[in-house]
């Protein structure tokens, strides 16, 4: 039971991270240059259309990487010297969620309250350069679970 527990925990938190991670390549890396090719005519408003969707998914995947998370740390077999990796993971993932949460919840305000347009394109500049640092470090997540796991 507690190996079947085991699998279905690091299944299910490797699938949230990959949607995680996954979508903020495809924006960063796909999305946002095809959407400048455009000459940027619609970009925040596909770019909004776009978070509506993307938003509840990363929502659900990092409520799966926590719980999934805790539930590995408690089960799997940790302390085999490695285990700063894993807190320093921990402690990055929990920067990307402050930012991600920031990003949907403060940061629309200070939009709609903007007194001026370039105040309103400085917080849209802004939310979009937190995107690319949460991109960063996913990245660097990933390398220190691989470190983790070697
Ligand atoms: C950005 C967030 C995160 C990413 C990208 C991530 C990614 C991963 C991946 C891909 C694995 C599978 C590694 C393998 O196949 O051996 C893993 C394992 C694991 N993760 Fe995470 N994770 C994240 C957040 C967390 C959090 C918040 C916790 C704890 C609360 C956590 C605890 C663990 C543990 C304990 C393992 C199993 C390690 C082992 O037994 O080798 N992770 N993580």
């Not at 979508?23 to 455009?38: D, E, Q, R, T």
Request: with cysteine; glycine share 8%.
């Amino acid at each position: 039971m507690r190996e079947f527990i085991l699998v279905a925990c690091m299944w299910l938190h490797t699938f949230a991270a990959v949607v995680w991670i996954g979508g903020i390549v495809f924006l960063i890396g796909i999305v946002l240059p095809a959407l400048n090719n455009h000459g940027g005519a619609h970009t925040s408003e596909v770019m909004r259309n776009i978070g509506k969707r993307f938003t509840p998914m990363a929502n659900t995947s990092i409520g799966i990487l926590f719980a999934t998370g805790l539930l590995l740390l408690i089960l799997s077999a940790t302390g085999q010297g490695r285990d700063h990796f894993l807190y320093a993971k921990i402690a990055i993932f929990a920067v990307m969620a402050s930012i991600h949460y920031w990003r949907i919840f403060d940061l629309p305000r200070r939009v709609a309250r903007a007194e001026s347009e370039s105040q309103r394109s400085r917080w849209q500049r802004m939310s979009l350069s937190l995107v690319r640092v949460n991109l960063c470090l996913g990245v660097i997540a990933l390398l220190f679970t691989a470190a983790a796991g070697s």
